[in-house]
T-cell receptor, first 112, second 114 residues
Framework: EDQVTQSPEALRLQEGESSSLNCSYT??????LFWYRQDPGKGPEFLFT???AGEEKEKERLKATLTKKESFLHITAPKPEDSATYLCAVQSTYNQGGKLIFGQGTELSVKP | DGGITQSPKYLFRKEGQNVTLSCEQN?????MYWYRQDPGQGLRLIYYSQIVNDFQKGDIAEGYSVSREKKESFPLTVTSAQKNPTAFYLC?????????????FGPGTRLTVL
């Protein structure tokens, strides 16, 4: 069964304190791994897609990496505006209809 | 501007009522999805549709119904059979045939049972 687990559930950082969020997955053939940012009361906003182990993508203070079993979202020198819930999702080669399997999310809080 | 709209933003339901949540997209996407989000949990798939006049159950379809009469629209009805409908509902769309293409999400509807 395809499954996604994110850790930690919540993370509190001081402004400028770099850290990483983890997304562990099991999937019967990875078609893509997705990272989203979600602000309270809003819909998720797409950040990155990773397709194969070893791939890395960057956007401002965020960098996503992928191995065969997990993905990391590295946050370098975070600012308070980076506070949000970060969601990880996978798409399996074998499931139809472009369905995504989501983890439960990591709630990030960055204090000034 | 292209995007996904959901309405209403907030919805209140009395016990025993059916309510319908609207989702419209002008992205020309073939596939549309409905998710439910509860506090501290990830998104769970309710229903999805890959083409007009066709849709499939997701993981938690009981107590919900959908229709797909137009490519742009995918309304979700929460029926009285759904015992715990209070949640945040999200609609999404994408091109399902392209490998690894992301889903785009609407702003969500928060449903509260009174």
């Amino acid at each position: 069964e395809d499954q996604v687990t994110q850790s930690p559930e919540a993370l509190r950082l001081q402004e400028g304190e770099s850290s990483s969020l983890n997304c562990s997955y099991t999937v019967s053939g990875l078609r893509g791994l997705f990272w989203y940012r979600q602000d309270p009361g809003k819909g998720p906003e797409f950040l990155f897609t990773l397709y194969s182990a070893g791939e890395e993508k960057e956007k401002e203070r965020l960098k996503a990496t992928l191995t065969k079993k997990e993905s990391f979202l590295h946050i370098t020198a975070p600012k308070p505006e980076d506070s949000a819930t970060y969601l990880c999702a996978v798409q399996s080669t074998y499931n139809q209809g472009g369905k995504l399997i989501f983890g439960q999310g990591t709630e990030l809080s960055v204090k000034p | 501007d292209g995007g996904i709209t959901q309405s209403p933003k907030y919805l209140f339901r009395k016990e025993g009522q059916n309510v319908t949540l609207s989702c419209e997209q002008n992205l020309n996407h073939d596939a549309m999805y409905w998710y439910r989000q509860d506090p501290g949990q990830g998104l769970r798939l309710i229903y999805y549709s890959q083409i007009v006049n066709d849709f499939q159950k997701g993981d938690i379809a009981e107590g919900y119904s959908v229709s797909r009469e137009k490519k742009e629209s995918f309304p979700l009805t929460v029926t009285s059979a759904q015992k715990n409908p209070t949640a945040f509902y999200l609609c999404a769309s994408t091109f399902p045939g392209l490998a690894g293409v992301e889903q785009f999400f609407g702003p969500g509807t928060r449903l509260t049972v009174l």
